[in-house]
């Protein structure tokens, strides 16, 4: 099993900055992919970027692109999402999700284990 925390959560002003972090304990892995997501209220969760754990591979959403950053700390088994210029829409509930395999994916569905998730709002 791999247990999944969030942090650094909060409510900011548009504009601003945040870095989230999500550390992993339990049975952790060298070839797994961490990833985060979000989901607003009335919304589907949705994909925000992802890492793998060799941080070889990054990928991020269209909408945040150029805004944030994800980065990985294998040291301390700690996978970060820094978040600049946010936006009101980038209001919602942010998880981190991980998952064993090297298989890059975009879909919530692919990965295995998820944290409790951290409330990020943003005022206009």
């Known amino acids: 099993q791999v247990q999944l925390v969030e942090s650094g959560g909060g409510l900011v002003q548009a504009g601003d900055s945040l870095r989230l972090s999500c550390a992993a304990s339990?049975?952790?892995?060298?070839?797994?992919?961490v990833g985060w997501f979000r989901q607003a209220p009335g919304k589907e969760r949705e994909f925000v970027a992802f890492i793998t754990w060799s941080g070889r591979d990054t990928a991020y959403a269209d909408s945040v692109k150029g805004r944030f950053i994800i980065s990985r700390d294998n040291a301390k088994n700690t996978v970060y999402l820094q978040m600049n210029s946010l936006k009101h829409e980038d209001t919602a509930v942010y998880y981190c999700a991980a998952r064993g395999s090297a298989m890059l994916s975009r879909l919530p569905a692919a990965y295995n284990y998820w944290g409790q998730g951290t409330q990020v709002t943003v005022s206009s």
């Open positions: 339990g049975r952790t892995f060298s070839n797994g992919v």
